[in-house]
């Protein structure tokens, strides 16, 4: 105190303090009790908390969840599943092309039977070559995510900015967020693109090891769902951000593929649409 110098504690350290406080004035010590309690008093005025890279910590793509009561549909219901596909769709493509340009950057393990890689980002310049070869692929129209087809070129150049920069104008966002009125979907897309791509919630999930921090749980609903350790889902948490729950279980599926089970139950789905073929197609 007389230095004016700084004690660095955990959590652990102050709740033991105040335990051992409360403990002395059960054991009737009272003139030791007073002053410990006296001292914790003062330290919940004087502490400050401070969590180390609270900036990924804390941020709402890594927030887990317990949750209860009704299960409900996600907001954009059906395309944010779609748009997800489809980004994963891109990515697949550009995996073995991003591997010979960039050799000690990325780690990319085919597997015996063929389907998505596993895939091991290893440098910042493979994750943002990535990035600018899949926002590439949506201007030039390669996806149906955005119908960029009917834009003109100034139209197009706002799109690019707003899912590829992470400051942006206000006219840019005024200009994006009346694209597409008689298409909302379309126009909830881009700002869906946006956070995956802008706020790298996809390369998140694509960093993540499947079966060893995400996967599915056998006797669960078919989302993803954290892993506690190699092969151990946890029986009750989930992934607190929506589109990174997405992500997870469409990786998850793509690396463990379906079940006997879960096939039949992808036909039956299948057949009873009103375009069982139209929808097989796509």
Not at 71 to 87: I, N, S, Y
Not at 194 to 222: E, S
Not at 237 to 259: K, M, N, Q, R
Request: with cysteine; glycine share 6%; net charge neutral.
């Amino acid at each position: 105190m007389s230095s004016a110098g700084v004690i660095v504690a955990l959590p652990e350290h102050m709740m033991s303090f105040q335990l051992s406080g409360l403990q002395t004035l059960v054991d009737n010590k009272l003139p030791e009790a007073r002053r410990m309690i006296k001292i914790h008093d003062w330290m919940q005025t004087v502490c400050r908390d401070v969590l180390d890279e609270c900036d990924y910590t804390l941020a709402p793509r890594t927030q887990l969840i317990y949750p209860s009561g009704t299960q409900c549909t996600v907001d954009g219901h059906p395309h944010r599943w779609q748009t997800a596909e489809k980004l994963l769709e891109l990515v697949s493509g550009h995996i073995w092309g991003l591997w010979q340009r960039y050799p000690g950057s990325i780690e990319v393990i085919q597997r015996p039977k063929g389907g998505f890689p596993i895939v091991y980002f290893l440098r910042k310049d493979a994750e943002e070559a990535l990035l600018s070869y899949l926002v590439r692929d949506i201007i030039d129209g390669r996806t149906s995510v955005i119908p960029v087809q009917g834009c003109c070129r100034s139209e197009i150049m706002d799109i690019k900015t707003f899912i590829s920069e992470v400051s942006i104008s206000p006219k840019t966002v005024k200009r994006v967020s009346s694209l597409f009125p008689d298409n909302s979907a379309a126009r909830q897309n881009i700002y869906l693109l946006r956070g995956l791509l802008v706020h790298r919630i996809l390369l998140l999930t694509l960093k993540k090891r499947w079966n060893v921090q995400y996967g599915l749980h056998p006797l669960r609903d078919p989302i993803a769902v954290p892993f506690i350790a190699k092969g151990v889902p946890s029986e009750q948490a989930e992934w607190g951000h929506p589109d990174v729950a997405i992500l997870f279980t469409c990786l998850a599926f793509y690396l463990s593929g379906l079940e006997l089970s879960q096939m039949r139950q992808c036909l039956d789905d299948l057949m009873k649409s009103s375009d069982p073929s139209t929808v097989y197609e796509q």
